[in-house]
């Protein structure tokens, strides 16, 4: 059974385990979910063909379209 899934199952049953156990359990899913998230992302960049997460957009998008400022006329000027 993987590591994931058996954390998943033990928190399954809150009633075998103390308290000091059910926090070292949920905080060890929580670190191999996490670690999961970075494996894959880090797979994805090296191969090439990486979705970026949504804070990642979100910033690029404002660097590429940044709103214009109240001191730069937005108007076209006649040629």
Avoid: C, I
């Amino acid at each position: 059974m993987k590591a994931k899934k058996a954390l998943r199952k033990a928190l399954e049953q809150p009633w075998l385990y103390n308290e000091e156990e059910l926090s070292h359990l949920k905080k060890a899913l929580n670190d191999a979910e996490e670690m999961g998230v970075q494996e894959l992302w880090h797979r994805r960049t090296t191969q090439g063909f990486s979705n970026y997460p949504q804070e990642l957009l979100q910033e690029k998008k404002t660097y590429s379209n940044p709103e214009p400022s109240e001191n730069v006329p937005t108007e076209r000027l006649p040629l």
